[in-house]
């Protein structure tokens, strides 16, 4: 970080360079280059530290440096800036946080980088499609602070390295755990951080990581007020919690080692290697069942350099008969244990049944309850998707009359010809602003869920990559059901109420779907609707009755009305 002076002639020259929007990852990463998490690091790595770094896991000088700390931009943007000048770094409402001296400018092979750090370039792998997605041009160079990134939410919470290290010695506290965790601290986890906190005598710092999410991970808000109730469970004066804005690279012994060189930067003297935090999810990424995602005897080896102890992750299971947490291997074969997977947790929240309080605290449930009420209290967005003449609009336009007669949650319909007219008529139907209109029912739909309403949605939506963004989006806080109006294009053909079948194959409508423009059937559908020798009011019933089956509306509810 520079001084105040240096700041103010940093921004005064700041008019004549180019500019970066810094993304969600590139936030976090300049954070904690700025705060110190990622010492001995000065900015983004140039291309020998990078190379270094993917081989031997060190810097070009030799120190330990497991995860390349890189700035990717396009190649627009690299196309504007040259070795020697600098940049203004800055976050999405355009402040300016740092400047980067461009000391070097490359393309990197991305499939290398994918192997050194995963093993693999398969984009079912988190930290490859995280990769994938990025830009194709790297740029290094040292970098000057102007100030951290803003934060408007937990800012008691968000302590730097500087100010940890100040907190443990008003405590008196030399020997610390970090806990880094990215999933809620249930009663299993709480009893190994604890016992492994008593056995060393060390104090426990909760580190919770608050940078990138997964999808499908719960929100940072809700997290922190379950390790808010979680906190309450240790002894108080032996515990503290401070979040970390850290991106995760999921690199298995590479990020845990990671992990700890940013714990030693922060205070800590150990830290917890939590599979749940570095390893690899075998559902989510194919990893063989058993494989372990850390090397621990690697870690050893470099634990006096890297300066800080690891603690591996040791799995407890609740053994009914004991009443207690012991370790897995140590279960006697003639026991009963107790579990409840993070799928089984989750269904019993939706299906507003009861968890057991073995497995969790009770205050942790009711947080978890509050974000995430049972279905029939959830926001949902309906999805239809067909050709011209399949009968969406009109399936959609008896459902919302069903649902607003349920009269528990709002409903709001967004028809193709309705967000055509009021949300997108600037649109023409080109490919990017088709998707443009699709990105934007999305948008509008995952606000009405999030908010616990029902989107009723019905455009042609002939893509699948946008469906499935969409899809992405509402299931962040709500039920998505996508309903492929399967209607073949023959009988949507001889429905033709507005005529444009007519003018597309005379060539007066261009780029119309089905005729001149692919329509991509939906693999991932939630139903398929054929509406050919079905009315609207019994594709409309087959919507309630799926509702109702995944239990998003109850029985009384879909009751006919006179």
């Not at 005598?201 to 379950?226: E, K, Q, S």
């Not at 799995?315 to 009963?336: C, Q, T």
């Not at 059901?481 to 261009?510: F, N, Q």
């Not at 559908?525 to 919507?543: C, F, G, K, N, R």
Request: with cysteine; charged share 25%; net charge negative.
């Amino acid at each position: 970080m520079v001084s105040p002076e240096k700041a103010v002639e940093l921004k005064a020259h700041s008019k004549d360079w180019p500019s970066w929007e810094l993304s969600d990852r590139q936030l976090c990463d300049l954070e904690l280059l700025l705060n110190g998490g990622f010492a001995p690091l000065e900015g983004f790595l140039g291309s020998s530290d990078y190379e270094n770094v993917l081989k031997n896991m060190r810097l070009t000088d030799g120190r330990l440096w497991p995860i390349p700390i890189t700035l990717d931009v396009s190649e627009t943007f690299a196309e504007t800036i040259s070795i020697g000048k600098k940049i203004a770094l800055r976050d999405a409402e355009g402040v300016m946080l740092a400047v980067l001296n461009i000391g070097d400018i490359w393309r990197p092979d991305l499939t290398q980088e994918m192997t050194a750090l995963y093993g693999t370039d398969d984009p079912a792998h988190h930290g490859v499609a995280m990769l994938k997605a990025g830009n194709p041009v790297y740029i290094g160079g040292k970098i000057e602070g102007l100030q951290l990134p803003l934060h408007y939410d937990f800012v008691s919470l968000r302590m730097t390295p500087a100010e940890t290290k100040a907190e443990f010695a008003r405590l008196g506290w030399r020997k610390i755990i970090s806990f880094q965790v990215k999933n809620v601290i249930h009663r299993a986890r709480q009893e190994f951080s604890l016992r492994a906190a008593k056995n060393l005598g060390a104090n426990l710092m909760i580190n919770p990581v608050v940078g990138l999410a997964r999808p499908g991970d719960l929100d940072h808000y809700t997290r922190i007020h379950c390790y808010e109730e979680a906190l309450k469970y240790y002894p108080q004066p032996t515990v503290r919690m401070s979040l970390l804005p850290l991106a995760e690279r999921f690199a298995g012994t590479r990020e845990a080692i990671w992990r700890g060189l940013v714990a030693k930067n922060y205070g800590c003297t150990h830290f917890f290697v939590d599979h749940d935090l570095v390893g690899h999810d075998e559902d989510i990424f194919g990893s063989p069942p058993g494989k372990p995602c850390v090397d621990e005897n690697s870690m050893k080896k470099i634990e006096e350099e890297s300066g800080v102890a690891m603690i591996p992750h040791q799995s407890l299971v609740y053994v009914e008969d004991y009443d207690a947490f012991i370790p897995e291997e140590k279960v006697p074969g003639d026991v009963r244990v107790l579990r409840l997977s993070g799928t089984e947790l989750r269904d019993r929240l939706a299906d507003g049944r009861s968890v057991p309080e073995w497995f969790t605290f009770r205050e942790v449930t009711q947080v978890l309850r509050h974000a995430h009420p049972p279905r029939h209290r959830q926001g949902f967005a309906i999805f239809f998707t067909g050709l011209s003449g399949s009968g969406k609009s009109t399936i959609a336009n008896v459902l919302l009359v069903r649902l607003l007669q349920m009269g528990d949650r709002p409903v709001t319909l967004l028809d193709g010809d309705i967000v055509r007219k009021h949300l997108s008529s600037e649109l023409t139907f080109t490919r990017e602003h088709r998707d443009i209109n699709i990105r934007r029912i999305g948008f509008v739909a995952s606000e009405i869920t999030k908010n616990g309403g029902i989107a009723i949605c019905a455009p042609i939506a002939p893509f699948d990559s946008v469906r499935k963004e969409v899809r992405r989006m509402v299931e962040k806080r709500g039920g998505f059901i996508l309903v492929h109006v399967a209607t073949p294009l023959e009988t949507c053909e001889s429905r033709d109420r507005k005529g444009l079948y007519a003018k597309a194959r005379a060539g007066i409508v261009k780029a119309f779907t089905g005729i001149s423009d692919p329509y991509e059937i939906p693999e991932d559908a939630d139903m398929h609707i054929d509406t050919t020798a079905l009315s609207p009011y019994e594709a409309a019933q087959e919507v309630i009755l799926h509702l109702e089956q995944k239990g998003y509306i109850g029985a009384a509810q879909t009751q006919l009305h006179d």
